[in-house]
DNA sequence: CTAGACGCCGGCTACTGTCC
DNA sequence: GGACAGTAGCCGGCGTCTAG
């Protein structure tokens, strides 16, 4: 059954009724007939729950012409603890506004006005919470400086019981001096428990276990056979998978497939940040990270540089030997930590490079015997040949004009 | 000093979705 | 259909803070 025509002949939903009720505030009844008649009902528009009048009418109605207006919408989901931000994390800043000019009001009484944070249904049905059961953590009540604050230190609480998915949104007035500045109300967003939040969204190290990443759960199958083979931190799966990946698919079983260990591995590494290191045989240099990901290789005495994906087939396999080796040999080769300040700062030749190695930043790489146990692969495609998905969402690419890298050799 | 409130951390369970 | 991970919701342990 069509519900429109239904209520178009038969009782009329709620909802419907409102928004004829908000198209009749906004277009039909004159600002002045709705003054008129709040003035004859004995109404003080100040008592009013300004935020069920359509905003628009706020704004007609205030003889001050002035609004409170947050700098930017919440972007939920908001996690209880984290304060209030916009999905890419700036601050939530509140500002006065003249609406004739949409300026910031920066000066007279109200550029410093007393202002109460408050949480509102998504409907705008009531407000959540008196003083005492408020769902905000920190001070609710700030002070317009120049007509802005920052209401950033504002969170949900996070208590040991947690709190139900909800929608929800944010509304600020002003408490001192009362003169009828429109409410700030946000849209509504998503107020979520901490404990929900995915893991896909918590930071990650090197050294936490490895059950933190994607698609390995705590004392899980993976786990377990992951423990059994002494996987047991981020960075060893990581240089398993760089090293072996074929070794490491078949310790994890049939359950786990490429693209799963992949979109993990990928995850891992947008959360990581990866050191760099180089390693000379002879003419050809390979830089790598701490978990064996190879970069890119360099020719010394050419100077040529070629990113992993510029890379034949057997020259990729061969700078992967190189890796294994520089992994394997652990501190006793030339590894050389790329991260510091020098290479950034101009160096661009083969001083660079002795100067590193003579002034200590020799560095072992991380040696956890994964390559110890590596099949001998050398002129055979090394196991992540085929994850340019995994390059590709690199950071730092390795690239021939990036200083950084080029400053090598 | 102590009891209670509060917040953080993490475990457990049920349900759901995905993959083989 | 079975195996597995992810998600949501609930709960307990423990540390810290604060009022009495």
């Given at each position: 059954m069509d519900l429109g025509e239904h209520s178009a002949n038969n009782s009329v939903p709620v909802s419907s009724s409102c928004r004829k009720l908000r198209k009749f505030f906004n277009a039909v009844l004159p600002i002045v007939r709705l003054q008129k008649l709040m003035k004859r009902l004995c109404v003080d528009p100040a008592a009013?729950?300004?935020?069920?009048?359509p905003r628009k009418l706020q704004e007609k109605l205030n003889p001050e012409n002035l609004k409170l207006q947050f700098s930017n919408n919440v972007r939920g989901p908001i996690y209880t603890g984290l304060p209030i931000g916009d999905q890419e994390g700036n601050p939530l800043d509140l500002h006065l506004i003249d609406c004739s000019s949409q300026n910031i009001m920066n000066c007279g009484a109200e550029a410093s006005a007393k202002v109460e944070i408050l949480v509102l249904e998504k409907d705008f049905t009531r407000y959540i919470g008196g003083e005492k059961s408020s769902l905000i953590r920190g001070n609710p009540q700030v002070s317009l400086k120049n007509g802005s604050v920052s209401v950033s230190h504002i969170s949900f609480k996070h208590t040991r019981n947690s709190l139900k998915k909800r929608e929800l949104r944010l509304c600020a007035r002003v408490v001192y001096p009362i003169n009828g500045i429109v409410e700030a109300v946000t849209k509504p967003f998503f107020v979520k428990d901490r404990r929900s939040m995915g893991k896909s969204l918590k930071p990650l190290i090197l050294?936490?276990?490895?059950?933190?990443?994607?698609?390995i759960r705590k004392d899980g199958p993976f786990h377990n056979r992951l423990m059994n083979e002494n996987i047991e931190t981020v960075q060893d799966f990581l240089t398993h998978y760089f090293l072996n990946r074929e070794n490491l698919l078949r310790i994890l079983g049939r359950h786990m497939n490429v693209k799963k260990l992949d979109a993990a591995v990928n995850q891992a590494k947008s959360k990581l940040e990866l050191k760099r290191y180089v390693y000379r045989q002879e003419n050809l240099r390979v830089v790598f990270t701490d978990v064996g990901e190879l970069i890119g290789v360099q020719f010394c005495k050419e100077g040529h540089s070629f990113s992993f994906q510029q890379l034949v087939q057997e020259l990729k396999a061969f700078a992967m030997e190189m890796v294994k080796i520089a992994f394997q040999n652990g501190s006793q080769n030339f590894k050389v930590l790329l991260d510091d300040d020098s290479f950034y700062n101009?160096?661009?030749?083969e001083e660079a490079y002795n100067y590193v190695i003579d002034t200590q930043?020799?560095?072992?790489?991380?040696?956890?015997?994964?390559?110890?146990?590596?099949?001998?692969?050398?002129l055979t495609v090394n196991n992540y040949d085929n994850i340019s998905q995994i390059n590709g969402a690199l950071p730092h690419q390795f690239h021939p004009d990036d200083n950084d890298i080029v400053s090598i050799g």
């Amino acid at each position: 059954m069509d519900l429109g025509e239904h209520s178009a002949n038969n009782s009329v939903p709620v909802s419907s009724s409102c928004r004829k009720l908000r198209k009749f505030f906004n277009a039909v009844l004159p600002i002045v007939r709705l003054q008129k008649l709040m003035k004859r009902l004995c109404v003080d528009p100040a008592a009013v729950e300004i935020s069920t009048i359509p905003r628009k009418l706020q704004e007609k109605l205030n003889p001050e012409n002035l609004k409170l207006q947050f700098s930017n919408n919440v972007r939920g989901p908001i996690y209880t603890g984290l304060p209030i931000g916009d999905q890419e994390g700036n601050p939530l800043d509140l500002h006065l506004i003249d609406c004739s000019s949409q300026n910031i009001m920066n000066c007279g009484a109200e550029a410093s006005a007393k202002v109460e944070i408050l949480v509102l249904e998504k409907d705008f049905t009531r407000y959540i919470g008196g003083e005492k059961s408020s769902l905000i953590r920190g001070n609710p009540q700030v002070s317009l400086k120049n007509g802005s604050v920052s209401v950033s230190h504002i969170s949900f609480k996070h208590t040991r019981n947690s709190l139900k998915k909800r929608e929800l949104r944010l509304c600020a007035r002003v408490v001192y001096p009362i003169n009828g500045i429109v409410e700030a109300v946000t849209k509504p967003f998503f107020v979520k428990d901490r404990r929900s939040m995915g893991k896909s969204l918590k930071p990650l190290i090197l050294d936490d276990q490895v059950w933190k990443l994607q698609t390995i759960r705590k004392d899980g199958p993976f786990h377990n056979r992951l423990m059994n083979e002494n996987i047991e931190t981020v960075q060893d799966f990581l240089t398993h998978y760089f090293l072996n990946r074929e070794n490491l698919l078949r310790i994890l079983g049939r359950h786990m497939n490429v693209k799963k260990l992949d979109a993990a591995v990928n995850q891992a590494k947008s959360k990581l940040e990866l050191k760099r290191y180089v390693y000379r045989q002879e003419n050809l240099r390979v830089v790598f990270t701490d978990v064996g990901e190879l970069i890119g290789v360099q020719f010394c005495k050419e100077g040529h540089s070629f990113s992993f994906q510029q890379l034949v087939q057997e020259l990729k396999a061969f700078a992967m030997e190189m890796v294994k080796i520089a992994f394997q040999n652990g501190s006793q080769n030339f590894k050389v930590l790329l991260d510091d300040d020098s290479f950034y700062n101009g160096f661009t030749s083969e001083e660079a490079y002795n100067y590193v190695i003579d002034t200590q930043q020799r560095q072992p790489v991380p040696n956890n015997n994964v390559a110890n146990y590596m099949p001998n692969t050398s002129l055979t495609v090394n196991n992540y040949d085929n994850i340019s998905q995994i390059n590709g969402a690199l950071p730092h690419q390795f690239h021939p004009d990036d200083n950084d890298i080029v400053s090598i050799g």
